[in-house]
């Protein structure tokens, strides 16, 4: 008997252990750190909200939806912390004095809920309530402290898809942002937006990757997404840079590659696979050639001074995009992100190099 309570302590305290664990790397620890409870809870509500936002309803309606995942799975995940932190204290109590698993029970939500309902007799079970009672409360001060950080890092990241949709339209292009800046005489001022996006994609590399259900919070309005305004930011740059016959500005290829890092580091957490590194510039990519002389064909007719050499500007165009469009398309799927110009081509089932 005496072999069995020692192993059910023990079973108790890695429980809690793990509990801890999960909530040091969620809430506290500040880089990406991967951790099995809190990705499995989104697993699985993710695959719940799926089967409610089913595809067959309209996108205004499955936004709608969507918009609670993440809050939902953040009010979930420390409710089941403690679930692990009752039952594995509960374990504790038990192996101190057998009895019935309801006494057990009782005595551990009495003391993690502060409740003191239950009578605790001796030292040992006296000290494992008083932790039990701070580590319930230590992780309940965790949640709180963790949200206005999240918050703060929504309202940083849709401050400037705001902004996107303003410049770049809403759904939002990179051949629309060219010409709404060429329209008005401010091209030359694309360098300020192009040094804003790199700061943007920087901050997003960071609190992506910390504050993890941070992606799968949706804009306030059903027709934005950050995925859809860095799509529209890098698809810009790289026509820019492609076929648009204005001078090179490295603040261009900065932003490029700081939103592709961005993109990468993002799916990497997320344990998505997207191509490997350095991307080879005559790796495919499913924009087509038709889609690419489309929007040169617009730019023309706005009056931008496009390259002669279409071909060399296609050539180049794919090399500037393979960098970044693996990992934009994948996340647009995961975060379900509203159509916008060459993001819808993730649905496309193959990669292409022409028409």
Do not use: C
């Not at 079973?11 to 991967?34: E, H």
């Not at 920087?202 to 804009?219: C, G, K, N, Q, V």
């Not at 820019?240 to 590659?257: F, G, H, M, N, Y």
């Not at 790796?283 to 023309?300: C, G, N, Q, S, W």
């Amino acid at each position: 008997m005496i072999a069995i309570q020692v192993l059910v302590f023990i079973v108790g305290v890695l429980l809690v252990l793990r509990a801890l664990l999960s909530a040091i790397r969620t809430f506290v620890v500040p880089r990406g750190a991967y951790d099995g409870i809190s990705s499995a809870e989104f697993r699985f509500l993710g695959w719940l909200f799926g089967r409610i936002a089913r595809p067959n309803l309209s996108y205004e309606r499955r936004d709608a939806i969507l918009a609670l995942f993440a809050p939902i799975g953040l009010v979930i995940l420390p409710i089941i912390l403690l679930a692990l932190v009752l039952a594995g204290f509960a374990a504790m109590f038990w192996a101190l004095e057998p009895g019935t698993i309801e006494s057990a029970a009782r005595q551990s939500g009495s003391a993690l809920l502060t409740l003191g309902f239950a009578q605790i007799d001796g030292w040992p079970a006296l000290l494992l309530s008083f932790g039990e009672a701070a580590i319930g409360l230590i992780l309940v001060a965790l949640l709180i402290a963790y949200l206005p950080t999240m918050y703060t890092a929504f309202q940083r990241r849709e401050a400037f898809v705001a902004k996107v949709g303003v410049r770049a339209g809403t759904p939002p292009s990179g051949t629309e942002l060219l010409i709404r800046f060429w329209s008005v005489g401010l091209l030359n001022l694309l360098t300020d937006l192009w040094v804003e996006a790199e700061a943007w994609f920087i901050d997003m590399e960071e609190s992506h990757t910390t504050l993890a259900a941070l992606p799968f919070y949706r804009s306030p309005r059903s027709s934005r997404s950050w995925i859809t305004a860095a799509g529209a930011v890098l698809d810009g740059a790289s026509l820019l840079r492609s076929a648009v016959d204005v001078p090179t500005e490295a603040r261009t290829d900065l932003a490029i590659t700081a939103g592709y890092t961005t993109l990468d580091a993002i799916a990497g957490f997320f344990r998505i696979p997207t191509i490997a590194r350095p991307a080879r510039p005559d790796d495919p990519i499913k924009v087509t050639r038709a889609e690419f002389d489309a929007a040169v064909d617009e730019l023309a007719a706005a009056g931008l001074p496009v390259r002669a050499d279409h071909d060399q500007a296609w050539r180049d165009f794919a090399g500037w995009r393979v960098n970044y469009e693996d990992a934009l398309l994948r996340l647009s799927v995961i975060v379900v992100a509203p159509d916008a110009r060459w993001n819808e081509v993730a649905r496309r089932p193959t990669r292409s190099t022409g028409p």
